[in-house]
């Protein structure tokens, strides 16, 4: 057992049933005050830990690191020090906020400058992210879609069941939660025997995706097996990545989405290692055909992290419309890194990957409003009495993520994310 995992550990640090952060997770991420400029940091509880004090008062010796990587305004100087540098140091913080450790708990000076209530900081964007690739990795998402478009006895196109399909999107359009984001436009085909016109997206949507974050891979020429691929693979994020419909419908032949896509996708502010999910991995959907070779895989790699999605409409109550679970994945996350690099491609630190849209067999479970609504033929009924097919101006889309078994919850805390009107 990782033994930041242990779930017997309590810390003095006070921690809520129901928090998202036990001395169990130890996430990592960017922080800020008006007094403090950007640092690396760590939460437990309702606490902000900034691990920058920590370093400068001497409770991180004897690890691999320097000030500079965690007096910086992304996590990518710690992930260049590889997995087990960084699963180290959450052990240390594990050790250091423990209840039976003392070193920290009984110097109130020190617990001081160490500990910042969650309130009085602002997240930032955690990672600098070089490039993005997004996946399409769920069955029932992609049978969903193809009923709806195309032929639904052959919903999945021939190349679906045999390799994790994916494209390279827009990496400087990621934002952290909070950002808001404008309508964007596009060209847009009103029917299929009218001009195109160019307009702001009228289906605008959600897509409940996770995103995870590679340390630094391989030379160029290099692959990454499934085998080695978990040693790649820093942590996880929720991401709402932003998707407008009607644009998407006219531009996506012969290369796909482009306009529809890169306007902006939203992502979690806290990345959540793979260490400390590792005590809810599970075992994968039976893959058939079977796969190739360089695809297979031994142990268990898909995750239960339950999610919802929520819709905020301005001044009234939040409406949840979806509640799904990643579990739900065909194609997982050491497959779909073997996959994109078995052709040599090289992966960088920061890089991040998305999973697609999650969607599960049930209506309720669906990880999009397309799908929701069913290409909008089913308005979903919001607690203020209005309705939705798609995402509406003024708008707050909010996804929450977190694993739980019967000792402990492992939270990913939320993105949420405001629709601003079109410009003018």
């Not at 240390?92 to 708990?105: A, E, I, P, Q, V």
């Not at 400058?113 to 992609?142: K, N, W």
């Amino acid at each position: 057992m990782i033994k930041a995992n242990d779930p017997s550990l309590t810390s003095w640090v006070e921690v809520q049933k129901d928090s998202d952060f036990p001395i169990q997770n130890l996430p990592f991420g960017i922080v800020k005050t008006d007094q403090l400029k950007p640092r690396v940091a760590s939460r437990i509880g309702d606490q902000i830990i900034d691990i920058k004090s920590l370093f400068i008062l001497g409770y991180l010796d004897n690890l691999p690191f320097a000030l500079e990587d965690f007096d910086c305004s992304s996590l990518n100087q710690l992930m260049k020090k590889g997995k087990r540098a960084t699963s180290d140091l959450r052990n240390r913080l594990s050790k250091l906020f423990s209840d039976t450790n003392k070193d920290l708990k009984n110097n109130s000076h020190h617990v001081g400058q160490v500990l910042i209530p969650a309130e009085d900081i602002e997240m930032c964007m955690p990672v600098e992210i070089g490039d993005y690739t997004d996946f399409y990795s769920s069955r029932d998402h992609a049978t969903n879609v193809g009923t709806m478009f195309r032929d639904p006895n052959n919903a999945l196109l021939p190349n679906w069941l045999w390799i994790p399909v994916g494209y390279h999107g827009r990496a400087s359009s990621i934002i952290p939660s909070g950002v808001p984001i404008k309508r964007p436009k596009g060209q847009i085909k009103p029917s299929d025997d009218a001009d195109p016109v160019f307009a702001s997206s009228k289906l605008l949507d959600f897509e409940l995706e996770m995103a995870f974050i590679t340390f630094d891979g391989k030379p160029l020429g290099d692959n990454i097996s499934t085998k080695e691929a978990k040693d790649y693979i820093f942590g996880m994020c929720i991401m709402n990545d932003w998707s407008a419909r009607d644009i998407q419908k006219w531009e996506y032949v012969p290369l796909g989405p482009f306009l529809a896509k890169s306007f902006a996708s939203s992502i979690s502010p806290w990345i959540v290692t793979m260490d400390a999910l590792e005590p809810f991995a599970i075992e994968g959907p039976k893959q058939d055909p079977k796969v190739l070779s360089y695809l297979e895989y031994e142990g268990n790699h898909h995750y239960d992290i339950n999610l919802e999605v929520g819709i905020q409409p301005e001044n009234a109550e939040e409406t949840i419309v979806c509640k799904s679970n990643y579990k739900h994945m065909y194609w997982n996350m050491v497959q779909q890194l073997a996959h994109h690099t078995v052709n040599g491609c090289n992966i960088r630190c920061g890089d991040m990957m998305a999973s697609g849209t999650i969607s599960g067999p049930t209506p309720e479970s669906f990880g999009s409003m397309l799908e929701i609504s069913w290409r909008g033929t089913k308005p979903v009924k919001m607690n203020n009495g209005s309705e939705r097919k798609f995402i509406q101006d003024n708008d707050t889309v909010i996804m929450r993520g977190y694993c739980k078994n019967e000792h402990v919850r492992i939270g990913f805390g939320k993105v949420m994310t405001k629709v601003l009107p079109a410009d003018e």
